[in-house]
Structures are given as structure tokens and as C-alpha cells.
């Protein structure tokens, strides 16, 4: 089951005397995060945007109702949530959350390799992390080892070539 509300960001510091925060974004863009006008708490109450920009990588925002450094320094620490309600994925696109834990299936060898444990950014894209056991094979988000990201029938199958699972060199 999907979640309805997907980490976006935590709140790193807090940015001059009006009570403004520095949110470190966990989504793809900065850019992203600063589009939000209302993101949410662990317990799902609604915090709204007055003021959002991008600053050196992170989001500066001014937040309803957080008008001194002291409320602004109290928040420090939070993690902030998006509703998946609240955008609109383009053809193709998804959430990072929604594939971790899925099952990976290698058409070259013609089995499951493992689950999904992680998606980070590598030098050419993203890198998949897939746990298999105590073993982990990296592949990377390229069309060539990627075939499909089915969330519908929670798989993710790919294509890889010989030496890159981890248990084969």
C-alpha cells in the first residue's frame, strides 16, 4: 500500500531574524520543494508557506505563524511531508518511496535478484541498490539495465550484463 504522505525534507536551520527555516530538500530538486504552499508533520497537520526560495542547494521558507528565531529554532530537527495528492506525476515518473522494498527481477539470469534498498544519485544518474540476503548489487537507472518499474504489479525488472551482480565476480 502506497503511503499517502512521503518525506520531503527536514528542517536543518533556521535563516535570519523573522523565523525563517532552512529545509534540506529529500526530493528530487530543490526547485520541487519550493513549489509546495502547504506540507505537513508526522501527524499529518498541515503547515502552510507564506515564502519559498532556493538557496545554495536547500529551501529557505517562511512558515505560518513562525515569526521569531526561537519558534523557527524549535522545528529544527522535523521532517516535513508532502501528499501525493498534492502533484501530478508526469508519464513514467514516480516516487522514490514507492520502489523501495519491491522485488528485482534480472531477465539475463531469469530470477529475482533481491529487493530494492535504495536509490541514490550515482555520477551517471540514478544508482539502484538492490539486498539480496548479506549481498548487494548496484545497478545503475540507465534504459540499458532498467527495463520497467511496474507499481501496479510491484516489480522492477531489469537487464543486467555479466559482472555487474556482485555474487558473479
Not at 534540506?24 to 501527524?43: G, H, I, M, N, V
Not at 529551501?59 to 519558534?71: P, S, W
Request: charge should be negative; charged fraction near 30%; aromatic fraction near 6%.
Amino acid at each position: 500500500m502506497k503511503k499517502q504522505y512521503l518525506e520531503i525534507g527536514k528542517i536543518v536551520n533556521t535563516h535570519g531574524i523573522r523565523g525563517d527555516i532552512k529545509v534540506q530538500p529529500w526530493c528530487d530538486s530543490p526547485d520541487f520543494l519550493a513549489e509546495f504552499d502547504t506540507l505537513y508533520r508526522k501527524d499529518q497537520s498541515p503547515i502552510t508557506i507564506t515564502s519559498a526560495k532556493v538557496h545554495k542547494g536547500c529551501v529557505l521558507m517562511h512558515l505560518e505563524g513562525v515569526d521569531t528565531v526561537e519558534q523557527a529554532q524549535a522545528m529544527r530537527g522535523m521532517t516535513l511531508y508532502m501528499n501525493r495528492d498534492d502533484v501530478e506525476l508526469e508519464e513514467g515518473a514516480f516516487f522514490i518511496q514507492d520502489v523501495i522494498g519491491l522485488p528485482v527481477y534480472d531477465e539475463r539470469v531469469g530470477r529475482e535478484i533481491g529487493v530494492v534498498k535504495e536509490i541514490s544519485d550515482g555520477p551517471a544518474g540514478d544508482l539502484y541498490v538492490i539486498q539480496d540476503g548479506k549481498t548487494q548489487h548496484m545497478i545503475p537507472g540507465v534504459p540499458e539495465f532498467l527495463k520497467e518499474v511496474d507499481l501496479e504489479n510491484g516489480r522492477v525488472t531489469v537487464h543486467t550484463i555479466e559482472g555487474l551482480l556482485s555474487d558473479e565476480i
